[in-house]
């Protein structure tokens, strides 16, 4: 089993409409992260999180929002997907600040 | 404006050459540095690291050379393989963990 699990792997979903990513890790960490990555644009930081009680706004958070409902799950959502949130989105998660970051295989998420 | 850049979206290099990638940031709070590698439909895994008290870190074929002054570090590759074709992306840590734009690398034979 991965140790960083995310789903869906694949969504297709239409303009306003509300969808959730969920990230679920096995690592006992307490950083979690989400990105998106777009052609050109390499990965860019959405959001993250030191614990369930603390949540930060990364680069590009206009338009989402997170939820980390334990300390193994972190979720991402669009209140109203639009078109050019059409991407591929990642999770990642860290144990302390100077060390490796592992990530999930990835939420290819399109929006029509 | 990006923290981390990449400049150069794509390398080409020969099976046995050396393969150099390039990467830029800004802000100086970054303390410490990651290179990691994308293969398609996988998401991407780590590869090597550096401490900002360091200016150089080796495994196995991987060098990792970071100089503060000029904000730059590059990975080298020596000898470069296929298997190594892959896009590479550098990343800078500090309260974030933020990545660069990527570089894609194609060896050839």
């Known amino acids: 089993d991965a140790d960083v699990t995310q789903t869906p792997r694949n969504r297709i979903t239409k303009t306003g409409k509300r969808i959730m990513l969920e990230c679920s890790q096995t690592?006992?960490?307490?950083?979690m992260y989400w990105y998106r990555q777009d052609p050109g644009l390499g990965l860019r930081l959405i959001y993250y999180?030191?614990?369930?009680?603390?949540?930060n706004k990364g680069e590009i958070s206009d338009g989402y929002s997170v939820s980390r409902q334990a300390q193994a799950k972190f979720s991402l959502s669009l209140e109203s997907a639009i078109p050019n949130q059409t991407a591929l989105y990642f999770c990642?998660?860290?144990?302390?600040?100077?060390?490796?970051?592992?990530f999930g295989q990835g939420t290819r998420l399109t929006v029509v | 404006d990006q923290q981390v850049k990449q400049n150069s979206p794509s390398l080409s290099v020969q099976e046995g050459r050396i393969s150099i990638l390039n990467c830029d940031y800004t802000?100086?709070?970054?303390?410490?540095f990651l290179w990691y590698k994308k293969y398609p439909a996988e998401g991407p895994t780590f590869l090597i690291s550096?401490?900002?008290?360091?200016d150089k870190n080796e495994d196995g074929r991987f060098t990792v050379f970071l100089n503060k002054s000029a904000k730059h570090l590059s990975l080298h590759i020596v000898p470069s393989q296929p298997g190594d074709s892959a896009v590479y992306f550098c990343?800078?840590?500090?309260?974030?963990?933020?990545f660069g734009t990527g570089t894609r690398l194609q060896v050839f034979p």
């Open positions: 990642a998660t860290r144990g302390l600040e100077n060390t490796e970051a592992f």
């Open positions: 690592k006992g960490h307490d950083r």
């Open positions: 999180s030191f614990d369930v009680k603390d949540i």
């Open positions: 802000n100086s709070m970054f303390d410490y």
């Open positions: 550096i401490s900002s008290i360091k």
């Open positions: 990343a800078a840590s500090g309260q974030e963990l933020i």
